[in-house]
């Protein structure tokens, strides 16, 4: 019961976490703060650190391991994307420490999010609900503000939710997460994107930020369980078996 009670706090507190607190994580870093406060960054580190650590301490064993190697993954992510490719700029140009915990408390809060039981009950309804957000948030980037980049991303997100609908509601709710905190981000200045992909591809026009980025949050989830299930063969064989079973169930 004990361990129970600890799992579900879990599941709230990283829920609202990624809901609540780190909108208000981000205003410290935003360029309004930074004009009379010049610690704010600093300030939003120490709280998303010490958030990672609570929700990590309550976690079980499957999702500890999935958030630290999390880090290291974000990390060079981080790195290769936004320093190297340009893809995008924090405020400071870095990468503030906050970012790469920041990561794994969204797969968290994902994670938590589609395995309570009312979201598992309605998944098709909800399934659907969010396809249909993403459709026409994407459309309306799109016309409003020339987001090429960010529909093509979109088609993407498509493709990936067709060829993996045992995972399409981790999928979409990812998506949808994504979509909220880099419009947050955006909005308080703290990380911008170009007006074309890459600040270099002059034929791609992108939003700030571009409306399906995050099927590239999609490459940083597969990458941490491929991970865990190259050292984790038992769970891989489980996972390989319930697949089958969920598409000769499609199938008929």
């Known amino acids: 019961m004990k361990a129970a009670s600890t799992t579900n706090n879990s599941r709230v507190i990283t829920i609202l976490f990624v809901l609540i607190m780190i909108p208000a994580g981000l205003y410290l ?16 580190n120490v709280v ?10 309550g976690a079980p064993r499957k999702l500890k391991k999935i958030m630290f190697y999390g880090l290291f993954i974000a990390l060079a992510g981080e790195a290769l994307f936004s320093l190297v490719f340009g893809m995008y700029e924090y405020r400071l140009e870095n990468i503030p420490v906050y970012v790469p915990p920041g990561h794994a408390i969204i797969y968290a809060c994902v994670y938590y ?17 969010l396809m249909a ?35 399409g509601l981790f999928l979409l709710v990812m998506y949808t997460v994504v979509a909220y ?6 909005i308080y200045g703290c990380w911008y994107w170009p007006t074309i ?17 995050s099927i590239f949050y999609f490459a ?9 299930l190259r050292l984790h063969k038992n769970t891989r064989f489980r996972l390989k078996r319930f697949q089958a079973n969920f598409n000769a169930a499609a199938s008929e």
């Open 48 to 57: 998303m650190i010490t958030t990672y650590l609570v929700i990590y301490k």
């Open 181 to 186: 905190l880099e419009q947050v981000g955006t």
């Open 133 to 167: 957000f993403a459709i026409i948030y994407g459309v309306f980037w799109l016309f409003y503000d020339n987001d090429l980049y960010g529909f093509i991303c979109l088609l993407g997100l498509f493709a990936i939710y067709r060829y993996n609908r045992a995972s």
């Open 29 to 44: 870093d935003s360029l309004s703060v930074s004009l009379i406060f010049p610690w704010g960054q600093t300030l939003a």
């Open 113 to 129: 999010f589609v395995r309570e039981p009312i979201v598992i009950r309605n998944q098709a309804l909800i399934e659907k609900s």
């Open 220 to 228: 940083f989830d597969v990458v941490c369980i491929k991970i865990y």
């Open 197 to 213: 992909a890459f600040d270099s591809w002059a034929w791609l026009p992108s939003g700030n930020p571009p409306s399906a980025i």
